[in-house]
């Protein structure tokens, strides 16, 4: 998968492999449908470093999901 292009299809495939790789279990809190391209590059750095890491702090999980969150359109 080419994630340096902006599509839907990638949005979803990094708010998915996000979700999974950090275990949320709200996973209704976070939907592919809450971002645009507009933050593409701000999303696929988050996507980058959540893949990067083997695991995360109870902060970096919070982190993150605050960073998704102010990503939200």
Known sequence: MNLTEKSTENIEYMIEAIKEKLKVVNIGAIKPAHFNGEMYEEL???????????????????????????LKK
Request: hydrophobic share 35%.
């Open 44 to 70: 696929k750095e988050i996507y980058d470093y959540v893949m990067k890491k083997d695991s995360f702090s109870p902060r970096d999980m919070q982190a993150i999901v605050e960073e998704l969150g102010s």
